[in-house]
């Protein structure tokens, strides 16, 4: 008999089997960096354990079709789980994803995709805007602006008296 504290959560969830690709209702109980599911809430010993402490939660990559599918990733084996609803699903995750080691490194992943997107997507408008401006660039007619040498010849630039001989 496994005696623990309460778990952080408990609840049911619909479990693809790793070797019949049936799904099938389980109890699940998250404690500390584990995962246990039972068949039922009144039993005392899981029947499986998902290790927490090197998964990765994902939202599925598989098109199953079941709604408010996730799944828990470990070295051994890619674990698919459904939840009652969006809600709960959500829930789950953030749960299991404060149990995993790679927590922080799952929250980088996140930000640089966004970052990468971001710099994508900005990337994509200034070369859109760029083919409206005829091939004008603002940043040169700025410097040029700021040097005084605005509409003047090369020639012209040049302060003579400071070529010549000084006296």
């Not at 408990?10 to 690709?21: A, D, F, M, P, T």
């Not at 049936?22 to 809430?41: C, G, I, N, T």
């Not at 599918?69 to 959500?90: G, N, P, W």
């Amino acid at each position: 008999v496994e005696s623990m504290s309460k778990p952080a959560k408990q609840g049911y969830l619909l479990k693809r089997g790793e070797i019949n690709k049936s799904w099938r209702v389980r109890w699940f109980a998250l404690h500390e960096d584990k995962l246990r599911y039972f068949k039922s809430p009144e039993q005392d010993v899981a029947i499986g354990i998902i290790p927490l402490e090197q998964a990765v939660i994902r939202m599925s990559t598989d098109n199953n079709g079941k709604e408010f599918c996730f799944e828990i990733v470990t070295k051994q084996r890619v674990y698919q789980l459904v939840a009652k609803s969006h809600e709960d699903m959500i829930e789950w995750m953030q749960m299991l994803s404060v149990h995993t080691i790679l927590k922080a490194e799952n929250a980088l992943i996140d930000q640089a995709e966004e970052m990468i997107a971001k710099v994508t997507s900005d990337k994509f408008a200034r070369l859109t805007n760029s083919t409206h401006t005829n091939g004008n660039n603002d940043s040169d007619n700025n410097n040029i602006k700021q040097n005084g040498t605005e509409g003047k010849k090369p020639d012209q630039n040049h302060n003579r008296s400071s070529l010549s001989p000084g006296k």
